[in-house]
Nanobody
Framework: QVQLVESRGGLVQAGESLRLSCVAS????????MGWFRQTPGKDREFVAS????????YYEDSVQGRFFISRDNAKNKVYLQMNSLKPEDTAVYFC??????????????????WGQGTQVTVSS
C-alpha cells in the first residue's frame, strides 16, 4: 500500500491557475501509475488526468484537455496537477490516486489501489 497526501487546494478566481501536488510514501513510487480525480457533492468521483510510471504518457478528461497538465518527479515521489484557466465548474475535491495495475494509463476509478484524502479547490466566478 502507498500513502498519498495532497497539498492544500484553495480558493481562486476564474481564469487563474493553481498547482496541486501529491507526495507518496510506503512503496516504490515509480512502480505506480498515478492519476487525479475530482468529486462534487452528490456526484460520482470523475477522472481528470493520469500519467504512466515513467511519466512519458499522459491522458486527460476532455473538459480539462489543454488547461490541466499532469507531471511527476519520481526522485521526489511526487505527482503534480497544474491547473490553468480555471473555471467555476472545476470546483471540486481533488484526489490523487496510485495504480499498481498492469495498465499503462489507468482511467477507471477501480484501476486505482490507493487514494489520498482529497483537497478542496474552489473557483469563483
Amino acid at each position: 500500500q502507498v500513502q498519498l497526501v495532497e497539498s492544500r487546494g484553495g480558493l481562486v478566481q476564474a481564469g487563474e491557475s493553481l498547482r496541486l501536488s501529491c507526495v507518496a510514501s510506503g512503496r516504490t513510487f515509480s512502480d505506480y501509475a498515478m492519476g487525479w480525480f475530482r468529486q462534487t457533492p452528490g456526484k460520482d468521483r470523475e477522472f481528470v488526468a493520469s500519467i504512466s510510471r515513467s511519466g512519458g504518457n499522459t491522458y486527460y478528461e476532455d473538459s480539462v484537455q489543454g488547461r490541466f497538465f499532469i507531471s511527476r518527479d519520481n526522485a521526489k515521489n511526487k505527482v503534480y496537477l497544474q491547473m490553468n484557466s480555471l473555471k467555476p465548474e472545476d470546483t471540486a475535491v481533488y484526489f490523487c490516486a496510485a495504480s499498481a495495475k498492469l495498465v499503462l494509463i489507468p482511467l477507471r476509478e477501480n484501476e486505482y489501489n490507493d487514494w489520498g484524502q482529497g483537497t478542496q479547490v474552489t473557483v469563483s466566478s
